[in-house]
């Protein structure tokens, strides 16, 4: 058991790791947000405390924008399951020798031989709970453990995306000159965003080094766009 562990590892499918998947994109996108709309703020406003608070109310929108959309998302995806299951039941009712055949045809395909599908239809067949089951993953690949609760993912997500958010504005708290202050976050953010990108391999199994410089540079690129765009509309007005 344990060689089996050791060598088939398979975490990121487990709801431990989705969770991680889900505080993994929410705090990037809450860095990688944040860091865009001061950047672009920073070189067309001078004054400090409303680069401050327009981060702050930039953050909180996100984070409800961010909850709303993951729980629409999974709850969308909870009712098409659901219609699935239903439809599933009803042609198990209506159509047992089609439902069966399927059985039949999906371990004949597997190569087993006549009898010990024989012994499986009937084994599956005989129970509708189970049979049910089967169809919903042999057929449809529709996985139980992908029934997620769309509060919880929302919530991960939302929270996520503000821890994410936060540490690139500590810098305006502490200094009175927006550039520096930028110049700061930068580095926080850029810094941040490679522990995120190292921490996730703990789940991937990848090159920590290269997956933390990888989602570093996009932090930096997306910062570099806000700063374009915002000296681009501070020319222009």
């Given at each position: 058991?344990?060689?089996?562990?050791?060598?088939?590892?398979?975490?990121?499918?487990?709801?431990?790791?989705?969770?991680?998947?889900?505080?993994?994109?929410?705090?990037?996108?809450?860095?990688?947000?944040?860091?865009?709309?001061?950047?672009?703020?920073?070189?067309?406003?001078?004054?400090?405390?409303?680069?401050?608070?327009?981060?702050?109310?930039?953050?909180?929108?996100?984070?409800?924008?961010?909850?709303?959309?993951?729980?629409?998302?999974?709850?969308?995806?909870?009712?098409?399951?659901?219609?699935?299951?239903?439809?599933?039941?009803?042609?198990?009712?209506?159509?047992?020798?089609?439902?069966?055949?399927?059985?039949?045809?999906?371990?004949?395909?597997?190569?087993?031989?006549?009898?010990?599908?024989?012994m499986i239809v009937?084994?599956?067949?005989?129970?509708?709970?189970?049979?049910?089951?089967?169809?919903?993953?042999?057929?449809?690949?529709?996985?139980?453990?992908?029934?997620?609760?769309?509060?919880?993912?929302?919530?991960?997500?939302?929270?996520?995306?503000?821890?994410?958010?936060?540490p690139p504005l500590?810098?305006?708290?502490?200094?009175?000159?927006?550039?520096?202050?930028?110049?700061?976050a930068i580095l926080?953010?850029?810094?941040?965003?490679?522990?995120?990108?190292?921490?996730?391999?703990?789940?991937?199994?990848?090159?920590?080094?290269?997956?933390?410089?990888?989602?570093?540079?996009?932090?930096?690129?997306?910062?570099?766009?806000?700063?374009?765009?915002?000296?681009?509309?501070?020319?222009?007005?």
């Amino acid at each position: 058991m344990d060689y089996l562990k050791k060598f088939h590892n398979e975490d990121w499918h487990t709801p431990k790791g989705r969770v991680i998947r889900e505080v993994i994109f929410g705090m990037n996108d809450g860095i990688v947000t944040i860091v865009c709309f001061v950047a672009g703020i920073t070189v067309s406003i001078e004054d400090i405390r409303v680069i401050l608070l327009s981060g702050l109310a930039e953050i909180v929108a996100g984070a409800i924008s961010m909850f709303f959309g993951a729980y629409l998302s999974i709850k969308s995806q909870r009712e098409f399951f659901d219609n699935e299951i239903k439809r599933e039941k009803r042609e198990i009712d209506e159509m047992p020798e089609k439902e069966t055949e399927e059985i039949r045809e999906i371990y004949t395909n597997l190569g087993f031989k006549d009898n010990e599908v024989d012994m499986i239809v009937k084994r599956v067949t005989s129970d509708k709970k189970l049979w049910v089951r089967f169809m919903l993953r042999e057929e449809l690949g529709i996985l139980e453990e992908n029934f997620d609760d769309p509060v919880k993912v929302g919530a991960i997500m939302g929270s996520s995306f503000m821890i994410g958010s936060l540490p690139p504005l500590i810098p305006y708290l502490l200094m009175d000159n927006p550039v520096t202050a930028l110049k700061l976050a930068i580095l926080v953010s850029i810094v941040i965003l490679f522990g995120i990108g190292a921490g996730k391999t703990a789940i991937t199994k990848g090159n920590w080094i290269k997956s933390g410089i990888e989602v570093s540079i996009i932090g930096t690129a997306a910062s570099g766009i806000g700063y374009g765009i915002g000296k681009i509309v501070s020319l222009v007005v």
